[in-house]
Structure formats: C-alpha cells, structure tokens
C-alpha cells in the first residue's frame, strides 16, 4: 500500500512569504507527527495528533507556525511570514495504535523548504 | 524533558567491518528505543528497535543492546556492506504515556568503503 506522502517535494520562498506544506498519512493511521530536520540536526519534533484530541502544539518554535488536520487524515503544516532561519526538511510521520502506545512511525520523504 | 546524545557523528569503516553507534538518554521513563536508517533525499525508515523489557535484540546483520541501568544503548552492524552507507538515528520514548511522540538523537553518518 501506499506509505506517507508530501507535498510539495521542494518549496523555495521569499522572506516574508507564507508557506503551506501537506502531508497525507497511510491510511488507517491515527497518529500524525510533524518535524523539523536541519542540515546535520537531528530531528526536531514541532506538533503530534492524535485521533480526536487535542494536538500536542509543544515543539512548534513560534506562532507563525501552525498546523491543521482535517477529518483524521490529511494535514497542512502553514508557517507565515517565513524567515530564513525556517530553511530545513519537513518530514512528517504517521502511526497506529498497538498495545500499550503508538509504535513505529513511518515518515514521508519530507518537503525542503528554502527562504531567500 | 527526554534528552538523547548520539556518537559519533561521523562514522567511517572498511566493506566488512563491523560499525558501532552510540546513544545515551536522561529520561528514566522511557521505555521504547529505536533506530531510523537515512538515505539521502528519503525520510527515515525503522531498521530495529528495542524495549525496555530485553537487553538485546538481533536482526541479520544488525543488533541493538540496552543498558537501562546506565541509560545507553547502541547499534552493532557487522558486516558492513556499502549500502549500509547512511545517515542513522537513535531515538527514546515512553511509550506508556499514552502516546510516543520521539527524541532522537542528532544522527551519524556511516560511509562504508569498498
């Protein structure tokens, strides 16, 4: 089956510019995770949902960046204004439940985003 | 919060050798401890984890050991191919919070020569 896709898969913008990326997660899976990956960084956790609760908003670095999740499935990670500082890949993971928590995230191939 | 350091952050081996990564976490609670395999201009893919409930676990070519008394654990690829050349994380979890949002570790990468 399909696995998680993004879109688009390169975005170069003006500073200033506002910004939306998609992710669309295997279906099924209730769990949708978004990241940051700067170049030689490791992985940097912005926001998680989970089914119908309320989205874990604590690694998003400012309020110029926020995200959505429509209908349990796709989402769209929109960060306004953007700075040149906000250059780096986008990835975005996606899991299911089993047992006692969520297990293996599956990521996209992630979205790089430049800021001139 | 969770904190997981990762070394080394460059890795080079012989085609044949075996590779060692290292990771530490500060986060008692965690429980859950995986490893991502990244190719360049692909999102990481799961090669192995571990729980907290075994020291060890094997697969082919690839083992993970957890030490959870001294907070660390590590990667062991033997064998080394050139294929195995890539960017790897470590990453921790407690998976008994009721969700498993991960810490990883800042990556090494492993270029493996023929």
């Known amino acids: 089956g399909a696995g998680v896709s993004q879109s688009p898969s390169n975005k170069v913008t003006e500073k200033g510019k506002d910004v939306e990326l998609r992710c669309d997660p295997i279906s099924g899976h209730t769990a949708l995770y978004w990241y940051r990956q700067s170049l030689g960084q490791g992985l940097e956790f912005l926001i998680y949902?989970?089914?119908?609760?309320?989205?874990?908003k604590s690694g998003l670095p400012s309020d110029r960046f926020s995200a959505e999740r429509t209908g349990g499935s796709v989402s769209t990670l929109t960060i306004q204004r953007t700075q040149q500082e906000d250059s780096a890949v986008y990835l975005c993971?996606?899991?299911?439940?089993?047992?006692?928590?969520?297990?293996?995230?599956?990521f996209g191939p992630g979205t790089r985003l430049t800021v001139l | 919060g969770e904190n997981v350091e990762q070394h080394p952050s460059t890795l080079s081996v012989q085609e044949g050798d075996s590779a060692v990564i290292k990771c530490t976490y500060s986060d008692s609670a965690s429980n859950y401890f995986p490893w991502y395999k990244q190719e360049l201009g692909k999102g990481p893919q799961l090669i192995i984890d571990?729980?907290?409930?075994?020291g060890e676990k094997k697969d082919q070519r690839i083992a993970v050991t957890l030490n959870k008394t001294a907070k660390h654990f590590s990667l062991h690829i033997t064998e080394t191919q050139p294929e195995d050349s890539a960017v790897y994380f470590c990453a921790a979890s407690a998976l008994n919070s009721g969700y498993s949002t991960l810490t990883f570790g800042k990556g090494t990468m492993l270029l493996v020569s023929p």
């Open positions: 571990i729980r907290s409930n075994v």
């Open positions: 993971a996606s899991s299911s439940k089993l047992g006692e928590g969520y297990n293996e995230q599956f």
């Open positions: 949902f989970q089914g119908n609760s309320a989205p874990d």
